[in-house]
T-cell receptor, first 115, second 110 residues
Framework: GAGVSQSPSNKVTEKGKDVELRCDPI?????LYWYRQRLGQGLEFLIY????????KSGLPSDRFSAERTGESVSTLTIQRTQQEDSAVYLC?????????????FGPGTRLTVL | SQQGEEDPQALSIQEGENATMNCSYK?????LQWYRQNSGRGLVHLIL?????REKHSGRLRVTLDTSKKSSSLLITASRAADTASYFC??????????FGTGTRLQVFP
């Protein structure tokens, strides 16, 4: 079946604009994660959705960042009033259960460039 | 904050040689996973080792885990140019998130 997909693959925006990134997880996966990866750095956890439970937003760096997920399907990550430091690759992953027991399947990422 | 830290940060070897990467972590874990990333894009899961396991194999990959030293190693034997990638370890800091290290960039020269 299809893997995790993300769109757009690349996004260039001007400082101050809002952007919306989309993630389509693997069908049937209840868990969905967003990560940020700056150039040459490791992955930085942003947010975790598990089924209908309240999401773990502990990794969101500021209130300009928010994410939603509709049921167990698509998720969108929104960054408001983008800043140059938001430039990074944003990766989405899904798994069939919790992160401590299951493999995460990653999408190809969205490369965000804020000018 | 990052849980795992990989060592070395970068590694260059010739095809056919073995590559060893190490990961250290700070708190107790249930399991540790290794992932591979090509060209700064999506990660691919390689192997998961549980806290009660000491060694695990998958093809040319061998992973060890020493919970007393809070460290793990990933060995790639008989490396190939196609193994060129970044390798990350990830640990379960709690029940709801994985914490990834900063990665080791492996370059295998033909």
């Amino acid at each position: 079946g299809a893997g995790v997909s993300q769109s757009p693959s690349n996004k260039v925006t001007e400082k101050g604009k809002d952007v919306e990134l989309r993630c389509d997880p693997i069908s049937g996966h209840t868990a969905l994660y967003w990560y940020r990866q700056r150039l040459g750095q490791g992955l930085e956890f942003l947010i975790y959705f598990q089924g209908n439970s309240a999401p773990d937003k502990s990794g969101l760096p500021s209130d300009r960042f928010s994410a939603e997920r509709t049921g167990e399907s698509v998720s969108t990550l929104t960054i408001q009033r983008t800043q140059q430091e938001d430039s990074a690759v944003y990766l989405c992953a899904s798994s069939s259960s919790g992160p401590s027991t299951d493999t995460q399947y990653f999408g190809p990422g969205t490369r965000l460039t804020v000018l | 904050s990052q849980q795992g830290e990989e060592d070395p940060q970068a590694l260059s070897i010739q095809e056919g040689e073995n590559a060893t990467m190490n990961c250290s972590y700070k708190t107790s874990i249930n399991n540790l996973q290794w992932y591979r990333q090509n060209s700064g894009r999506g990660l691919v899961h390689l192997i998961l080792i549980r806290s009660n396991e000491r060694e695990k194999h998958s093809g040319r990959l061998r992973v060890t885990l020493d919970t007393s030293k809070k460290s793990s190693s990933l060995l790639i034997t008989a490396s190939r140019a196609a193994d060129t990638a970044s390798y990350f370890c990830a640990t379960d800091e709690s029940t709801d998130k994985l914490i990834f290290g900063t990665g080791t960039r492996l370059q295998v020269f033909p």
